[in-house]
């Protein structure tokens, strides 16, 4: 048992368990201040106010010509329009296979 005691030093543990609780509260602290941080920078508000300084930026930049540009004039293709372009891929790699050998 003696011998137990003097290889345990519980002293020594102590300081060191002391110390050890001291760094996780310091950690749990920090961590808690980076968490409220970020969940303030997470508001819609600062999105928007971003949104509206790059367009006021870009709007500069293009001499306001950005504001008179069309907007596109063509659309996304369907699901349906998709499909029946499958087969024509399809017909268009087999050929392409053919003209390879």
């Given at each position: 048992?003696g ?11 102590s300081a ?11 950690a749990g602290?920090?961590d ?6 970020m969940?303030?920078l ?10 509206e300084e ?11 010509l ?12 369907t ?5 029946e372009?499958?087969p024509e891929?399809d017909?268009?790699q087999?050929r ?6």
């Amino acid at each position: 048992m003696g011998y137990v005691n003097n290889l345990v030093r519980l002293p020594e543990i102590s300081a060191q368990m002391q110390e050890m609780s001291r760094e996780m509260m310091k950690a749990g602290i920090i961590d808690d201040m980076l968490q409220d941080t970020m969940e303030s920078l997470d508001d819609d508000e600062i999105e928007e106010e971003a949104e509206e300084e790059v367009n006021k930026v870009l709007f500069q930049i293009t001499d306001g010509l950005l504001g008179e540009a069309p907007l596109a004039a063509g659309k996304l293709p369907t699901e349906a329009e998709e499909e029946e372009a499958e087969p024509e891929l399809d017909d268009m790699q087999r050929r392409l296979e053919l003209l390879k050998s």
